[in-house]
């Protein structure tokens, strides 16, 4: 793997995000390129940034997940990886319904991270 991954986090929940974000930097091939904190400002960030890697909360103060996702997918034309992440398991089929590449559960576990992402270097390989 030659260049670094941008990814892009959507959260509304600041732990959550610093908690990911600070596993993130044990992996130097991946740069966070932006975050948002609800489903209307992370539409209009995927657009500008236009990342590989996307964290995407279940539960927006605006939308859901799910529906930033199909909404997203119908418009976008780069490629690009979801990864939803959430407190409430229940939301694992909907997801993974819902073009996602993957499923975390908060707190976000290093070594579920590490899978989720070796998985990603592979494909990308």
Not at 32 to 49: D, F, P, T
Request: hydrophobic letters at 45%; aromatic letters at 10%.
């Amino acid at each position: 793997m030659n260049d670094k991954i941008r990814a892009v986090i959507i959260d509304d929940e600041e732990t959550a995000i610093d908690n990911l974000c600070f596993e993130l930097k044990k992996y130097p091939w991946i740069s966070v390129e932006g975050i948002a904190y609800n489903g209307k400002a992370g539409i209009r960030l995927l657009e500008k940034e236009r990342p590989d890697l996307l964290f995407l909360d279940v539960e927006l103060p605006d939308m859901l997940g799910m529906d930033l996702a199909i909404k997203v997918h119908e418009q976008q034309n780069w490629d690009m990886h979801i990864v939803f992440y959430t407190a409430y398991n229940k939301y694992l089929i909907d997801a993974l319904r819902s073009y996602a590449f993957d499923f975390l559960l908060k707190p976000v576990d290093a070594e579920e991270l590490s899978v989720v992402l070796g998985r990603l270097q592979e494909e990308d390989n």
